[in-house]
């Protein structure tokens, strides 16, 4: 491709959330950042156990083996950063979004019980983040597409932790900045079709440019970048992230080619450039048609389970949460009869 995309090293390491959490915190949710001790990287990035210690579970923790032998496996322990954790935790509320300098484990949603990334404790955080593709990347290879050919720049890992917040679907959008101007908006969920947005398209863009102008512009260390923002029931826009101006970060409805290119972009790929708009490129997912599966269904969940959630296996996944719940309700009755 002769895409012209070229991502700096200090543009991926101006978008970690320690740089730009406290120049904008006053516009962000809160927020608390601890550094993650060498012992605990090591752990996520050991393929071997999944297991989780912490867990209310009394019984020796099981993992299976190729010949089906199975062989009693403790997670392990590391006190001092729990308690750090936990402290965290409770401070901000009780329940908390978890990320690394870059990346949430949005990829890893459908370990959770509750396909949610909140989180409680540190066990929770460790299923999520073990279970993520998205992790392992901020841990493995965070200049990945990088053009310059300089050393890597060092990066301390921390744990980001964020009040848990619900946030409205459909109510977060993604913006691509170029030359600090905002040149470019899409809807951040593109899975889903949200009556809301064209019919309020105009003031949804009018209330995150006037966001961007008042307390973005000039004030972020590159020039070049991608904010993803969030606007309230009120039309309050706040900040959720910044994530580099490249291949690196999705292009979700424009392709990274059109984001790119110079070219004066238009509100949908389709539509003919008759009437020269002043503002950014507006998309958003129009109508039922064009709905989409969610990019990150596919990441790692095991396929027979991918299987289960598309639609003709329906009864089977009925039948399967029935099993489910079934061994829940004997393993109950077990340890109700051995006490």
Same mark, same amino acid.
């Given at each position: 491709?002769?895409?012209?995309?070229?991502?700096?090293?200090?543009?991926?390491?101006?978008?970690?959330?320690?740089?730009?959490?406290?120049?904008?915190?006053?516009?962000?949710?809160? @927020?608390?950042?601890?550094?993650?001790?060498?012992?605990?990287?090591?752990?996520?990035?050991?393929?071997?156990?999944?297991?989780? $210690?912490? $867990?209310?579970?009394? /019984?020796?923790?099981? =993992?299976?083996?190729?010949?089906?032998?199975?062989?009693?496996?403790?997670?392990?322990?590391?006190? /001092?950063?729990?308690?750090?954790? !936990?402290?965290?935790?409770? +401070?901000?509320?009780?329940?908390?979004?978890?990320?690394?300098?870059?990346?949430?484990?949005?990829?890893?949603?459908?370990?959770?019980?509750? @396909?949610?990334?909140?989180?409680?404790?540190?066990?929770?955080?460790?299923?999520?983040?073990?279970? $993520?593709?998205?992790?392992?990347?901020?841990?493995?290879?965070?200049?990945?597409?990088?053009?310059?050919?300089?050393?890597?720049?060092?990066?301390?890992? %921390?744990?980001?932790?964020?009040?848990?917040?619900?946030?409205?679907?459909?109510?977060?959008?993604?913006?691509?900045?170029?030359?600090?101007?905002?040149?470019?908006? &899409?809807?951040?969920?593109?899975? !889903?079709?949200?009556?809301?947005?064209?019919?309020?398209?105009?003031?949804?863009?009018?209330? #995150?440019?006037?966001?961007?102008?008042?307390?973005? !512009?000039?004030?972020?260390?590159?020039?070049?970048?991608?904010?993803?923002?969030?606007?309230?029931?009120?039309?309050?826009?706040?900040?959720?992230?910044?994530?580099?101006?490249? %291949?690196?970060?999705?292009?979700?409805?424009?392709?990274?080619? %059109?984001?790119?290119?110079?070219?004066?972009?238009?509100?949908?790929?389709? !539509?003919?450039?008759?009437?020269?708009?002043?503002?950014?490129?507006?998309?958003?997912?129009?109508?039922? +048609?064009?709905? =989409?599966?969610?990019?990150?269904?596919?990441?790692? #969940?095991?396929?027979?389970?991918?299987?289960?959630?598309?639609? %003709?296996?329906?009864?089977?996944? #009925?039948?399967?949460?029935?099993?489910?719940?079934?061994?829940?309700?004997? &393993?109950?009755?077990?340890?109700?009869? /051995? &006490?």
């Amino acid at each position: 491709a002769g895409m012209f995309l070229s991502m700096k090293k200090e543009q991926v390491v101006n978008c970690q959330f320690s740089v730009w959490y406290p120049l904008f915190k006053k516009h962000t949710i809160k @927020s608390l950042i601890l550094p993650i001790p060498q012992n605990v990287i090591d752990y996520l990035l050991d393929d071997g156990t999944l297991v989780v $210690s912490g $867990s209310d579970s009394d /019984e020796e923790d099981v =993992q299976w083996t190729d010949d089906e032998t199975t062989t009693a496996v403790t997670a392990p322990e590391f006190p /001092e950063f729990n308690i750090k954790v !936990q402290e965290a935790i409770n +401070v901000l509320g009780g329940c908390v979004f978890p990320k690394l300098n870059w990346s949430a484990p949005r990829d890893a949603n459908w370990i959770a019980l509750n @396909s949610s990334l909140q989180c409680q404790s540190l066990s929770d955080i460790f299923l999520l983040f073990k279970s $993520s593709d998205f992790i392992t990347h901020d841990l493995t290879q965070p200049f990945l597409h990088c053009s310059d050919d300089s050393p890597d720049p060092t990066i301390n890992y %921390e744990l980001v932790l964020r009040k848990w917040s619900e946030l409205i679907p459909g109510a977060e959008f993604r913006c691509f900045v170029k030359e600090n101007k905002v040149i470019a908006i &899409s809807q951040r969920d593109y899975t !889903q079709h949200y009556q809301h947005i064209a019919k309020q398209e105009a003031s949804i863009s009018s209330s #995150i440019l006037g966001f961007f102008r008042d307390h973005i !512009q000039y004030r972020f260390p590159d020039e070049d970048f991608v904010l993803d923002v969030y606007r309230d029931s009120s039309g309050r826009v706040w900040l959720i992230d910044f994530n580099p101006f490249g %291949e690196v970060t999705d292009s979700l409805l424009f392709t990274w080619e %059109e984001l790119t290119s110079g070219k004066h972009l238009t509100a949908s790929q389709t !539509q003919e450039d008759t009437t020269l708009q002043d503002g950014p490129a507006f998309r958003y997912t129009t109508s039922e +048609v064009t709905v =989409q599966p969610s990019p990150c269904l596919s990441y790692r #969940i095991p396929r027979d389970f991918l299987d289960l959630t598309t639609g %003709e296996d329906a009864y089977k996944l #009925i039948d399967f949460l029935k099993l489910k719940g079934q061994q829940e309700e004997e &393993s109950s009755d077990e340890e109700e009869d /051995e &006490s």
